[in-house]
Nanobody, 115 residues
Framework: QVQLVESGGGLVQAGGSLRLSCAASGIIVGINTMSWYRQAPGKQRELVAEITGGGGTNYADSVKGRFTISRDNRKNTVYLQMNSLKPDDTAVYYC?????????WGQGTQVTVSS
């Protein structure tokens, strides 16, 4: 059974940094595509960043150059380093993966950026 547990969210001032973590069980992060999504109030959930089993990465245009997705295969954990945060980055951030076409989501972690 796949479980994803996010942590690391919080309140930060604009220009600050946070690092989110997604601890996975029931799936090997090193060989599966792992993604970070976010959902702001009143908006649809959107893809922020993903890392493939081969190590390739993809980012939303709005976060390119500011966010970095990475993984630690020994800890079976995926990270999202967020720098130069903006108030528009305020959202609940979710970790996501697929197994046999079935999507799995974590419970989410709140990120709030004050101006």
């Amino acid at each position: 059974q796949v479980q994803l547990v996010e942590s690391g969210g919080g309140l930060v001032q604009a220009g600050g940094s946070l690092r989110l973590s997604c601890a996975a069980s029931g799936i090997i992060v090193g060989i599966n595509t792992m993604s970070w999504y976010r959902q702001a109030p009143g908006k649809q959930r959107e893809l922020v960043a993903e890392i493939t089993g081969g190590g390739g990465t993809n980012y939303a245009d709005s976060v390119k150059g500011r966010f970095t997705i990475s993984r630690d295969n020994r800890k079976n954990t995926v990270y999202l380093q967020m720098n130069s945060l903006k108030p528009d980055d305020t959202a609940v951030y979710y970790c996501n993966t697929f197994q046999i076409l079935q999507p799995y989501w974590g419970q989410g972690t709140q990120v709030t950026v004050s101006s």
